[in-house]
């Protein structure tokens, strides 16, 4: 009986400071693939409330060369019962997808072909310039993140975008789009970048934190390039 009371106490622990340590709802990201021509990427994510343990997910389809998403290209799912304990909510995500097969199916999008990750950013990386490289074609990157805060509290807005650079060229682009204002999201980061299987254009994972009750809900969206 001690043993089981101290068992209990020690889960009990673990719980609550897992809480209090990241005290939000965080999603997780996937990447599902492109068409078979590389101009449409579908991404998706999914988690669970924080308070409610409501299992929800976001399913995306982009045009790449246009870095927007499809008609009717952005659909979303919670579920109405809360997830059992040691459940991480992705059943929900399986829910969309099955019930947007037509979507998918539409753009020929095929899960195998998956883009080429060729940066993926380590958990205490910081939003200073880093470099990355295409070993497919030999190119060498620098990608810089710039990020703006506007107002505080329920007024908060703030954009990005991202200066990226080829070594040795004069050119450089920008991704994204740096007058769009996003409401109550103080910060992003640029958490990986992955290379499209066919014509090489870029798509950047971005992480975005929006404030919540003593922390950070964390969402993500995608930024896409292609290069000339």
């Known amino acids: 009986m001690v043993q089981r009371k101290l068992f209990s106490l020690v889960v009990a622990v673990l719980v609550y400071g897992a809480v209090h340590l990241w005290a939000g709802d965080v999603a997780s990201f996937v990447d ?25 997910a976001d399913l995306g389809v982009v045009d790449v060369s246009r870095n927007e998403f499809m008609p009717g290209g952005r659909v979303s799912f919670t579920h109405t019962q809360p997830i059992n304990a040691g459940q991480d909510g992705s059943g929900a995500l399986y829910r969309l997808l099955s019930q947007n097969n ?8 095929n899960f195998l072909q998956q883009g080429q990750p060729l940066y993926i ?45 080829k070594t040795g060229a004069r050119q450089s682009y920008t991704v994204g789009s740096p007058q769009l204002k996003r409401p109550l999201i103080t910060s992003y980061d640029i958490r990986k970048v992955i290379r499209a299987p066919r014509d090489g254009s870029l798509i950047f994972v971005i992480e975005m934190r929006k404030p919540n009750d003593g922390g950070s809900d964390i969402r993500y969206m995608v930024e896409t390039i292609k290069l000339d």
């Open 121 to 165: 950013a380590p958990e205490t990386a910081t939003q200073t310039p880093f470099e990355f490289r295409d070993f497919r074609t030999g190119a060498s990157y620098r990608a810089s993140l710039t990020q703006r805060v506007e107002g505080s509290g329920s007024n908060l807005v703030s954009s990005f975008h991202i200066i990226l650079a």
């Open 32 to 56: 599902l693939g492109f068409s078979p021509d590389g101009k449409v990427y579908v991404f998706a994510q999914h988690g669970v409330k924080t308070h409610s343990l409501l299992p929800w």
């Open 102 to 109: 037509a979507l998918t199916a539409r753009y020929g999008i």
